[in-house]
């Protein structure tokens, strides 16, 4: 009986926790790819091609993909729905700043519904030397912002991000 008071008590106490901590995420990498602005945006702007350089494209060989609307144009979804490593959701391309940002929303389904802003943006250093950064702005509601004590998503998503950047530069200079 002492045992079944000590397990209620922890879940008790992460969820008194969960009240406190933050349900806020952002995650931000950049990376310099030697190539002109307008090349790296324009190859950017079409969220086909993150199956080319995104970690999760190559989480899951046998995702299935979907495309609603005309790619690199506001309006454009692209569906995906995948294993348990990448479950299932969507991208939107909510605008587009021509040479400087891509905004998205990711919509997940599976394997919990919550809903994050994306941006890719591109900044010129020099005529051949082109600064990628790559972010999101997410929430984990109460309780799965309990997850937080345990792991550090901001990093781990992050990760992901320079995993993808370190990606693209490699395509890009090839």
């Known amino acids: ?13 992460l969820l008194i926790a969960g009240l406190f901590i933050p349900k ?3 995650a931000t990498r950049e990376i310099v790819i030697n190539k002109p602005n307008a090349e790296v945006f324009n190859y950017i702007k ?3 091609n993150q199956d080319n350089y995104s970690k999760w494209g190559s989480m899951d060989p046998n995702m299935k993909k979907s495309y609603r609307g005309t790619d690199a ?24 700043d021509e040479g400087h940002k891509l905004s998205t929303e990711l919509r997940f389904i599976k ?10 943006t591109t900044e010129a250093i020099s005529d051949n030397s082109t600064k990628v950064s ?9 309780p799965l912002n309990i ?28």
Do not use: C, R
């Open 24 to 26: 806020g995420m952002k």
């Open 46 to 48: 079409h969220l086909k």
């Open 134 to 142: 790559w972010g999101f702005e997410g929430q984990m509601n109460y």
């Open 111 to 120: 394997p919990f519904k919550s809903v994050a802003q994306s941006a890719m």
């Open 1 to 13: 009986m002492i045992v079944l008071y000590i397990i209620l008590g922890i879940i008790a106490a």
């Open 73 to 96: 144009t506001v309006g454009f979804v692209s569906i995906w729905e995948g294993n348990k490593k990448v479950g299932s959701g969507e991208q939107e391309i909510l605008g587009i």
């Open 147 to 174: 997850m937080k004590l345990f792991m550090n998503m901001e990093n781990s998503i992050g990760n992901d991000f320079s995993t993808g950047l370190s990606n693209l530069k490699a395509l890009m200079e090839k």
